[in-house]
């Protein structure tokens, strides 16, 4: 029996790439049973959506939010998917036609059930040398390498026909991840981050890696198409940065003088990664995150130092 898909879809002021998103899930070789678009953004969506998806036989729902959260408008999905299987996906993401036809073929496969949830492999479209060249500069500066220390996918044995299509995954891209029915409707994004869409998906991938097993796959890919958005400034995103990531940091990762060098250096590489690319590129918008980044590490620098001044002196008036 074919497993049923849910897909969400938050949206915020990108009516041209959601509608790719739609006819792309409309042609879809296995089709989703429902598709929630979760809209945050001023606008509404296109009046011949809901004719669409109506042709190609997959329910929608609409739910509208006044308050812009990738978290919350995730969460909002969440709550009424009734899926198998829930996806989530952003609004400027290519699917290739039979993307959740081979999704699903890899949760059929695991008769065990011990897989809890698959983030697709993805990359920016078009692929360019210059995108390569990112990735490199991302890789060779070492961000994003801390994480919990105890993985639930580390230790459970895949069914045998899944060998070679799933790899452990400490995080899943929340905008290219997909998790089991009965796991997606008790989990929850943190509403309580920053910014429109910075790291919500790795804090929830670490709360839940604890306990269940997490995977990403290299067998099913998803094109990302950068849209702009109403995400704020490049300078605020990378205050955002900096704010999630220590309260990520603080919730789901254990302490250690390890973790804290790990977090310092994804800061620093952060810091110079946009700030080499800005200058190659000559693209401010990649300095001024760089300098959000800097800003946002200096305020917190700087209380930390007025709370070590002010610590003795409020003694002595004790």
Same mark, same amino acid.
């Given at each position: 029996m074919a497993m049923t898909i849910s *897909? /969400? /879809?938050?949206t915020h002021d990108r009516p041209g790439p959601l509608r790719l998103v739609v006819e792309a899930l409309a042609r =879809? @070789?296995?089709k989703p049973n429902e598709l929630i678009i979760v809209n945050d953004g001023a606008g509404e969506i296109d009046d011949d959506l809901p004719a669409i998806l109506a042709r190609a036989g997959i329910d929608l729902k609409v739910l509208r939010r006044a308050e812009p959260s990738s978290a919350a408008s995730r969460n909002a999905g969440l709550t /009424?998917?009734?899926g198998d299987i829930v996806a989530c996906f952003d609004d400027d993401m290519l699917l290739d036609v039979d993307l959740l036809k081979n999704l699903s073929d890899l949760y059929r496969l695991d008769s065990a059930g011990v897989v809890a949830g698959i983030t697709l492999a993805y990359r920016d479209e078009p692929e360019t040398w210059q995108g390569m060249v990112w990735e490199a500069i991302a890789g060779a500066l070492g961000r994003m390498r801390w994480a919990p220390r105890r993985q639930r996918c580390r230790y *459970? $044995? &895949?069914d045998n026909r899944l060998a070679g299509k799933l790899e452990p995954a400490a995080r899943l891209s929340s905008g290219?991840? @997909? &998790? $089991?029915? =009965?796991?997606a409707r008790g989990a929850r994004f943190d509403e309580q981050l920053t910014g429109y869409a910075f790291g919500e998906d790795r804090d929830l991938s670490y709360r839940l890696g604890r306990e269940l097993a997490l995977f990403r796959t290299r067998q099913v890919w998803i094109r990302h198409a950068p849209a702009p958005g109403g995400r704020g400034s490049m300078f605020q995103r990378g205050q955002a940065y900096v704010d999630n990531s220590l309260r990520i940091a603080a919730r789901g990762v254990e302490g250690g003088a390890g973790t804290v060098v790990l977090i310092g250096y994804d800061f620093a590489g952060t810091i110079l990664q946009y700030a080499i690319w800005g200058l190659l590129t000559g693209q401010r918008s990649n300095l001024a995150y760089a300098a959000g980044v800097a800003c946002a590490l200096a305020r917190r620098a700087w209380t930390a130092v007025r709370k070590s001044i002010d610590a003795p002196q409020k003694k002595n008036h004790e």
């Open positions: *897909v /969400i /879809i938050p =879809q @070789s296995h /009424i998917a009734r *459970v $044995r &895949l290219a991840m @997909s &998790l $089991r029915g =009965q796991v």
